[in-house]
Nanobody, 121 residues
Framework: QVQLVESGGDLVQPGGSLRLSCAAS????????MSWYRQAPGKEREWVAS????????IYADSVKGRFTISRDNAKNTVYLQMNRLKPEDTAVYYC??????????????WGQGTQVTVSS
């Protein structure tokens, strides 16, 4: 079955950096674009970034553009999110999911456990 396992979250000071990872299994990784999402306390889950199946196209939400970079390693079935210049408003649980194309809705109804990112001094 599909498994999405996010990791790398932590408590970090404003201006700091983190690199999140999402290990995927149970589906053909290279057939899908991959996306990162986040959900802050009391808010809806929101889309953050997407990358096409072989990494040639990336797209970002305006709130993270220029600070976050999405990448993938198809040999490891893993997608990454490098987060720089973190702000308190980036605090959220971060999730990944597959998509039929960049920025399309998530494919899989079941989500991983997510990884908590907290930006605070």
């Amino acid at each position: 079955q599909v498994q999405l396992v996010e990791s790398g979250g932590d408590l970090v000071q404003p201006g700091g950096s983190l690199r999140l990872s999402c290990a995927a299994s149970g589906f053909t990784f290279t057939r899908y674009a991959m996306s990162w999402y986040r959900q802050a306390p009391g808010k809806e889950r929101e889309w953050v970034a997407s990358i096409s199946s072989f990494g040639g196209n990336t797209i970002y939400a305006d709130s993270v553009k220029g600070r976050f970079t999405i990448s993938r390693d198809n040999a490891k079935n893993t997608v990454y999110l490098q987060m720089n210049r973190l702000k308190p408003e980036d605090t959220a649980v971060y999730y990944c999911n597959a998509a039929t194309r960049v920025a399309a809705p998530p494919v899989f109804g079941s989500w991983g456990q997510g990884t908590q990112v907290t930006v605070s001094s």
